[in-house]
């Protein structure tokens, strides 16, 4: 039976970067032995459905999870391994902010059970970290992938690149640096402006302009030439590593196996159904009161929907697809799940990589992924 993956998501920062879309809050105070009670009868809920399937993954995201006490981080780890069992080698990844008052945290967390940190480092000079709104310096940032290397099994840092008026230059004299750290993955995302942002905002108001897609591309490409040639090549858009360190819990998303995912905001995907929690954190504790899960919404996908998840999802991966496989797996026929004259076209382009029965985005594609996606996949799906 394939094993499963665990999202454990907590909402609460110190303040919302500009550029975060994502379901974080700034509270004055969190209830440590609420949310603690909270999450550990999410994930019952969760165990009751999936029973006799063991995790092979755990990530804690955010929000800034390396706000949690180790002591809630240690027993929920305790409760999931008791309802599910782990795998042997499980992966367990914190996501981690490395300001002092988090890095304080690693040691616990390590002893908790986590081995494997991602930190948001996201720039390494001063003057960018204060325009994308972080509360750490890159000094601060330096001393906890320190103090991280040294206590986790496995480290990745994020950086957000292609900045407002950001040249090749600048960006290569960062990421040279970056990669001299020695970490073994790292994750790499261009800077995208998202709607309800503070920098959406700030963007409408004309006080500063983000950089054109043509150099955005550029440095898109710079990127994929340094970290192939320092041993990290792309698995995945944004992601680069050694090999065997790839994230094995982003894995399960891209190549369309279930997780489950429990705390504010979380999103799931098991059993050929989809689920959501309630986003705010005062809704979704009172979901739990209420009825001892956080589901706001819960809803079968039909077996066109989770084809078109699945191939949207797969193409992001360096490894691709094999259409034939995922036609086989949710019912379909080969021509009814990939557009065969748009696979021919693209393919014809250099856009697409198609042999040996397995369809990968090229190096040429890859900066033009969304289009790429958008030609290939028909607008209905045809039975099998």
């Given at each position: 039976m394939q094993p499963l993956a665990l999202y454990i998501h907590w909402p609460f920062c110190l303040a919302k970067c500009p550029y975060c879309d994502f379901n974080s809050h700034v509270r004055e105070r969190t209830e440590i032995a609420a949310w603690e009670a909270a999450l550990l009868a999410d994930m019952r809920h969760e165990a009751a459905l999936t029973s006799g399937r063991r995790l092979a993954s755990i990530f804690f995201g955010g929000g800034t999870p390396s706000l949690m006490p180790p002591a809630l981080v240690e027993s929920l780890l305790r409760e999931a391994e008791r309802l599910w069992g782990f795998e042997p080698g499980i992966e367990i990844t914190l996501e981690a902010n490395p300001s002092s008052v988090e890095a304080a945290n690693f040691a616990g967390l390590s002893t908790a059970g986590i081995n494997r940190v991602s930190l948001g480092l996201q720039a390494l000079d001063d003057t960018t970290l204060k325009f994308l709104g972080r509360l750490h310096d890159v000094s601060e940032s330096l001393a906890a992938l320190e103090l991280a290397q040294g206590l986790f099994g496995r480290v990745s840092f994020d950086l957000i690149y292609a900045r407002p008026d950001q040249t090749p230059e600048q960006w290569q004299a960062e990421l040279k640096r970056a990669l001299a750290f020695g970490t073994g993955h790292l994750s790499l995302y261009q800077l995208t402006i998202e709607p309800?942002?503070?920098?959406?905002?700030?963007?409408?108001?004309?006080?500063?302009?983000?950089?054109?897609?043509?150099?955005?591309?550029?440095?898109?490409?710079?990127?994929?030439?340094?970290?192939?040639?320092?041993?990290?090549?792309?698995?995945?858009?944004?992601?680069?590593?050694?090999?065997?360190?790839?994230?094995?819990?982003?894995?399960?998303?891209?190549r369309y196996h279930d997780y489950v995912g429990i705390g504010p905001g979380a999103h799931g995907r098991r059993l050929g159904k989809a689920t959501v929690r309630h986003r705010k954190p005062e809704n979704y504790l009172r979901a739990i009161g209420e009825q001892r899960h956080g589901i706001c919404e819960e809803r079968a996908l039909a077996p066109a929907d989770q084809?078109?998840?699945?191939?949207?999802?797969?193409?992001?991966?360096?490894?691709?697809?094999?259409?034939?496989?995922?036609?086989?797996?949710?019912?379909?026929?080969?021509?009814?799940?990939?557009?065969?004259?748009?696979?021919?076209?693209?393919?014809?382009?250099?856009?697409?990589?198609?042999?040996?029965?397995?369809?990968?985005?090229?190096?040429?594609?890859?900066?033009?992924?969304?289009?790429?996606?958008?030609?290939l996949v028909p607008d209905t799906l045809v039975g099998a």
């Open positions: 309800g942002t503070r920098f959406a905002t700030l963007v409408r108001e004309g006080r500063f302009t983000p950089l054109d897609d043509d150099a955005a591309a550029d440095l898109f490409t710079l990127t994929r030439e340094m970290t192939a040639a320092a041993g990290l090549p792309a698995y995945e858009t944004s992601n680069h590593a050694h090999i065997g360190e790839e994230s094995r819990h982003n894995l399960t998303y891209w084809a078109m998840e699945a191939v949207l999802m797969g193409l992001r991966l360096i490894e691709g697809i094999e259409p034939a496989a995922l036609a086989r797996r949710f019912g379909f026929a080969e021509d009814g799940l990939i557009d065969p004259a748009k696979r021919a076209f693209l393919a014809r382009i250099g856009h697409l990589h198609d042999t040996g029965g397995r369809l990968k985005v090229t190096e040429q594609g890859a900066p033009l992924l969304e289009a790429v996606l958008a030609e």
